[in-house]
C-alpha cells in the first residue's frame, strides 16, 4: 500500500500547506530582518523540492512496477494540492492572477473529479502529453511567479491556454473509454 512513489506524493501533501503558508506571510522572515525575497526564495525553494517528487514518484511507481491504485488516486490529488496551494498563494499575494488561476483551478478540481471518477470504473486513463506538458508550463510559471521574474504572467497566460486544452482532451478520452467500459 504505502511504498516509496506514495510516500513521495505523500510528501508533496505535507509540503503544499507549509509553502503556502511561506507565501501568504512574508512577515516570517522580514520581522526576523531579513529582506522579503526570502520569503520568495523560500516558497520557490519548497515548490521545486515537492515538484521534483512528482517526477521521481511516477519515474519509481514504472520502473519498480510499483503502480497502485493508492498512487493513482494520491499522486494526481498530490499535485493539485501542490498546484492549488501555489497558486492560492499567489492569488493572496497579487490579485492581477485571479482569473488565469480561477480558470486552472476550476479545471483542475473538475479533472480530478473525472479522474477518481474513471479509476472506481475500473478506467485507466492515461495522462496526455498535452497534460504533461499543461503541468510543466504550470510549474515553470509558478516558479517565475513566487521568484518575481519578468514574464511570470505571459507564462501563466499560456499554461491556461494549455490547461483548457488539456482538459477538453482528458474529456473527450474520459467519454470515450466510458462509452467502451459500459457496453
Do not use: C
Not at 10 to 24: G, K, Q, T, W
Not at 90 to 110: G, K, P, T
Not at 136 to 151: R, Y
Request: aromatic share 14%; charged share 15%.
Amino acid at each position: 500500500m504505502f511504498n516509496i512513489p506514495n510516500l513521495l506524493a505523500l510528501s508533496r501533501i505535507i509540503i503544499a500547506p507549509i509553502m503556502l503558508y511561506v507565501i501568504i506571510t512574508p512577515e516570517l522572515f522580514t520581522d526576523a530582518g531579513m529582506h522579503i525575497s526570502w520569503s520568495y526564495y523560500s516558497a520557490a525553494l519548497l515548490f521545486v523540492i515537492a515538484s521534483t517528487t512528482d517526477f521521481f514518484d511516477g519515474y519509481i511507481a514504472r520502473e519498480l512496477d510499483q503502480i497502485t491504485t493508492l498512487g493513482k488516486i494520491l499522486d494526481p490529488l498530490a499535485d493539485k494540492m501542490l498546484v492549488i496551494a501555489a497558486f492560492l498563494g499567489l492569488m493572496i499575494s497579487n490579485s492581477d492572477y485571479i482569473w488565469a488561476i480561477y480558470i486552472i483551478l476550476v479545471r483542475e478540481l473538475f479533472i480530478t473529479g473525472l479522474r477518481t471518477v474513471a479509476v472506481s470504473e475500473g478506467m485507466d486513463i492515461a495522462a496526455s502529453m498535452a497534460g504533461k506538458v499543461k503541468t510543466v508550463v504550470q510549474m515553470i510559471a509558478i516558479g517565475f511567479l513566487l521568484m518575481h521574474w519578468s514574464g511570470g504572467e505571459v507564462l501563466l497566460w499560456i499554461a491556461v491556454a494549455i490547461t483548457l486544452y488539456s482538459a477538453f482532451e482528458y474529456i473527450f478520452a474520459f467519454t470515450k473509454e466510458y462509452k467502451r467500459v459500459s457496453l
